[in-house]
């Protein structure tokens, strides 16, 4: 959270009215997730884990996430956000 804190205030952004995306919603993304809502009132608006990813412009809530996840061990599913579609590329040549 300090190195996010510093970042943004070297760059001049005000972290109450940025949005964020967690990569990865175990231990340590579910805490970066809490923390910087609790922190810097940032809105995260997406987040995945092994098994997909969610996406709301309106925000996921950490603590509705975590329970959701604890319940059916991953973050899809998630009431009022939508399961976005991940794609991965084998061949570097062509464009994802």
Known sequence: MYTIREAASNLGL???QATAVIQGYGNAG???HKLIEQLFGTKVIAVSDSRGAIHSADGIDAQAAQEH???TGSVVGLA???RVEL???SNSKRTC
């Open 14 to 16: 005000d972290l109450s």
């Open 30 to 32: 579910a805490f970066a």
């Open 69 to 71: 996840k604890d319940a």
């Open 87 to 89: 794609r991965t590329c």
């Open 80 to 82: 009022g956000a939508t």
